[in-house]
């Protein structure tokens, strides 16, 4: 009894659906957002297994099979993968074949192995049906696969890479730095950093240097009119300071931070964080520093012409300073050691427009992902022991799972949509059940998103499981269990199980003043809003009408939920108010 009622109330009047939850029938971890993506029921992966391919898993069957492939696994390969949104994959990496390799009247047709990695780096692209359409040697990439990425495009498919050249090469006719600066090197390697640009058919447009002493590339991504470079820069040990150098590459005048961090010691420079735009022709647009209170490698995410990083603060020795904006989402990170927060950057790079944290004493530190919606709102996804303070009224599970899980803690995994202002929370859910559950990734849809999840501890094989193999004992002879999981959420509109869906539309939405609703009203007599808390903020009664306006004016900005209604059946709409 007590499960059917936790279950009737935790999942009466979502405004998020789930559709299915499966498990990968191989043990597989799943890592880092950027070598993975799920698009039209089909995850494109990298697995380090087979490094020369790419995997592809359609879901919710869990089928595994080859999408394309290069050289063999023995001599290549790949260590970064890009989808451009729509039917492409972008890849590239590091291979020793010197023939039948790359394609015809590509940008580099011929084997040229660098002295970095005795090897070529590549380019490559192929359609999501595995045609390879172009193929280009290059110069040498990170090899690295978790802490770098290292591809990305523009709408027209234009391709911009980071890679690693011999310092004593040049680029001809570069629209920024075709030489590379004295110092400017991976250390003891003779190769320095490059920012590198093929059009949709992998024919080189530009190419050019980037750098000063010591310099990593850490995220590539672009924007309507731009590429964003987030990476970080320092000098090597006994490494002179020249009377050429500038403290400011990589910084232009007006920006948020101009100048650079300098050693408190000698003055020289020190470990500084970067951010930089270039234009599409290869031009800079600008560049700042952004070195306030980050202890990790930060992230980088954009969306339209909005720019986000994401990183955290080690507090492990003191001098924390709450730097949070007003009205932020949280602006007290609690006494955890970590702190993660998100800042939002002007489209100029001239100022920081807010920060908010991301972890407190509700929202965990760990296993935290942000990723953009496809409205521009952003989604926080990670792990809660809190059974307070995660969902918002309209949540598909709005209480976490009361019973103790792995080593007596309640961790459930959370998925929270956040206004891109940084202060409103649109949605949030917990997901989860007596296991220790790991959200790992998210990817929205039009209509909803997938998660992913990785579980543990579960004293029911059947956990999450909708369909499909049951969870996988976590080790042998184990009575608890684990895997990793895919979700498919959805927001269609929620209606009765007696009765079909209406045809409904309500705008504008979110709303300032005044909601307009119109459709197939003549199957409803009453209208209810209720806040995140389920208190009703509004009722109104209408009559056959073609068209029901709702004034709005007197309510407070937020989330809510709108309920039509005639005695027998309901039909519910999440509505925000701004």
Known sequence: IFIFFITQVVFSQTSHHRVWSVKENRKMEIGTNWLHFIHDDVMYYLDPTTPNSIQKLTLPECNVSLLGELGTSENTQITDLHFNGVDKIFIVGNTTQSSNFSTDGVYRTTYQEND?????????????TGELLWCTYSDSIEMLLQLYTKITTDPQDNVYFISYRDKELSFENSPFQSEALEY?????????????????????????????????????????????LLGNALTSQNTPLTEDFNPTYFSTPGTYQANPNLSSNDGMFSTNIFMNKFNFDGTRAWGTYVNEQRSSLPRLETSANEIYVISAYNNTSGGF??????????????INVTKKMLDRFSADGTSKLWRTYTSNNIFSAYYDKVTINTDGNIWLTGQTESFTGVSTADAYQIAKNPAYSYNLSHSDGYHLLLSKDGSTVLYATYFGFDGKDEPRSLFPTTDGYYSIEKTSKNSNANNFITQGSPLNPDEVGANTYGGTIYTRFTTDLLSSDTFDKKNISIYPNPTTDV????GELQSFTKLEMHNILGQKVLQQSFNNEEIVSVNTESISVGVYLLTLSNGNQKQTFRIVKK
């Open 116 to 128: 970095l990695l005795n090897s070529s780096g590549f380019v490559a692209c192929f359609t999501l």
């Open 184 to 228: 400017d090197e991976i250390p003891f390697s003779g190769s320095t950093t490059t920012l590198t640009k093929l059009n949709s058919q992998g024919q080189l447009v530009w190419g050019t240097f980037f750098g000063a002493y010591y310099t990593r590339v850490i995220d590539i991504k672009t924007v309507n009119d731009g590429i964003i």
């Open 321 to 334: 300073v709450n730097s949070a904006t007003p009205n932020a989402f949280i602006t007290d990170p609690g």
């Open 515 to 518: 909601l307009h609703i119109t």
